[in-house]
């Protein structure tokens, strides 16, 4: 049975927090991390094989971390 809600934002939030049960129930606590990006809210399942990972995205967060060290360096 799937909750539909009576409003959208019902809707909406229903859906927000089965997606976060479902996480926590079939994701081990230890791989659910914080992004590493000073400014970044956002936290993520780490699938690396690893279990190093840092950032929610290596597009965004990452490559803005690692272009800032970059720029830093070079002002040097």
Do not use: P
């Not at 909406?12 to 081990?28: A, D, G, H, K, L």
């Not at 936290?43 to 990972?53: A, E």
């Amino acid at each position: 049975m799937t909750f539909e809600g009576k409003t959208v934002e019902d809707h909406v939030m229903y859906n927000i927090m089965e997606s976060m049960m479902n996480t926590f129930e079939n994701t081990s606590l230890e791989r659910i991390r914080k992004c590493n990006h000073e400014e970044c809210k956002l936290y993520f399942v780490d699938t690396s094989k690893s279990g190093k990972r840092r950032w929610c995205s290596m597009e965004l967060c990452g490559n803005r971390k690692k272009a800032a060290e970059f720029y830093s360096k070079q002002k040097k």
